[in-house]
């Protein structure tokens, strides 16, 4: 056998294994799996948002809580004024009460705010626990869908090896210089070899000029299509002459 006969078996083999690949990478486990992978990632983003959330809300609690303090010292103080110091005059009177009245005012707004804050919290938690339930639901859709991602890659996996087994034995009896023009070639067309059919290019059936053709059919050295790149073959009709 003339070493295109050759790449002629292993391009077939070669062919087999795209195939496979192929089947692996639009197999409906694979999108199942992509899909509850996508799935689970969002629910990490709201996650991450609703701590997020969360920790605005501890913040705003935080600076509530302070201000309460704050509140609390100042009426102590004006407590003070009350029973230790002298009311000397209807207007100081007038004034204190004003001070205390406006402390209680401030002391309602921080009431309000506080109560709008746990409707807050009570809605983020509702959230939260929405969300666990639904990581949940996530990881036992991945886990289902993994474990049939990982049957299917085994079983075209074992095929895959098969072939490629015998793919190498080929590729032993190949020359290294045939073979990268052969994976060269690979890079531009998924079919690397063309049969000359009718004296024009079986890859893109330009009309050969009838040199060419008779090289080819003479096994005369490696000869591509100069329009499309492919390596050019004639097989089994040469093989009859
Ligand atoms: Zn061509």
Redesign the pocket.
């Known amino acids: 056998m003339e070493q295109l006969d050759y790449l002629w078996d292993y391009q077939k083999l070669d062919l087999l294994m795209d195939e496979l690949e192929n089947r692996k990478k639009s197999s409906p486990a694979r999108k199942d799996l992509y899909k509850s992978i996508q799935y689970l990632k969002k629910q990490q983003n709201d996650l991450e948002k609703l701590n997020n959330n969360v920790d605005k809300r501890y913040h705003n609690y935080k600076r509530i809580f302070h201000e309460f303090q704050n509140i609390k010292d100042s009426l102590k103080k004006e407590e003070g004024i009350l029973s230790t110091e002298e009311i000397k005059s209807a207007k100081q009177l007038e004034h204190l009460e004003k001070r205390i009245a406006e402390i209680y005012e401030k002391f309602s707004e921080r009431k309000r705010e506080l109560t709008a804050l746990v409707n807050e919290m009570d809605s983020l938690n509702q959230n939260l626990r929405a969300l666990n339930t639904r990581v949940r639901k996530g990881k036992k859709e991945y886990d289902i869908n993994k474990r049939e991602y990982d049957l299917v890659t085994k079983e075209i996996g074992q095929e895959y090896s098969k072939i490629k087994a015998r793919r190498d034995v080929i590729e032993a009896r190949l020359k290294s210089s045939l073979l990268k023009r052969y994976e060269a070639v690979k890079g531009n067309h998924s079919v690397v070899m063309?049969e000359i059919d009718q004296n024009r290019?079986g890859?893109?059936n330009?009309a050969l000029a009838s040199l060419v053709v008779q090289k080819v059919k003479d096994k005369n050295g490696v000869i591509e299509?100069e329009?499309?790149?492919?390596i050019l073959y004639s097989g089994a009709e040469a093989q009859t002459e």
């Not at 329009?227 to 492919?230: E, L, V």
Request: hydrophobic share 20%; glycine share 20%; with cysteine.
């Open positions: 063309a290019c890859g893109c330009m299509c329009n499309c790149g492919r």
